[in-house]
């Protein structure tokens, strides 16, 4: 497994952009699938991206489709969330979250199937 941290988060207004970003541990990054997940206060953790170990998929929650962008630089073991346009219902934790991957090119939807996660990270967004 490997250990991740988030950082990135802030207040921001409606129509802002922030990028968050995840940084992991360990050699073999570009092994693992990687996705952020979102929880609202006293709502169910949220699907929001995720992106296979070559970085060559991605897919995005329709919520969020046209304003946040997944990506990763495996050479700084690092993945990202650029986040665009947003909106107050935005406004959550967001977590990131990696599985070693059983192809370069799986992309991994569920939270169930990741094995490692950040802490995470607060997003804010006002009206």
């Known amino acids: 497994q490997v250990q991740l941290v988030e950082s990135g988060g802030g207040l921001v207004q409606a129509g802002g952009s922030l990028r968050l970003s995840c940084a992991a541990s360990g050699r073999t990054f570009s092994s693992y699938g990687m996705g952020w997940f979102r929880q609202a206060s006293e709502k169910e953790r949220e699907f929001v991206a995720a992106?296979?170990?070559?970085?060559?998929?991605?897919s995005a929650a329709d919520s969020v489709k046209g304003r946040f962008t997944i990506s990763r630089d495996n050479a700084k073991n690092t993945g990202y969330l650029q986040m665009n346009s947003l909106k107050p219902e935005d406004t959550a934790v967001y977590h990131c979250a990696a599985q070693m991957a059983v192809s370069s090119g799986t992309v991994y939807y569920a939270w169930w199937e990741y094995a490692s996660w950040g802490q995470g990270t607060q997003v804010t967004v006002s009206s």
């Open positions: 992106i296979s170990g070559s970085g060559g998929r991605t």
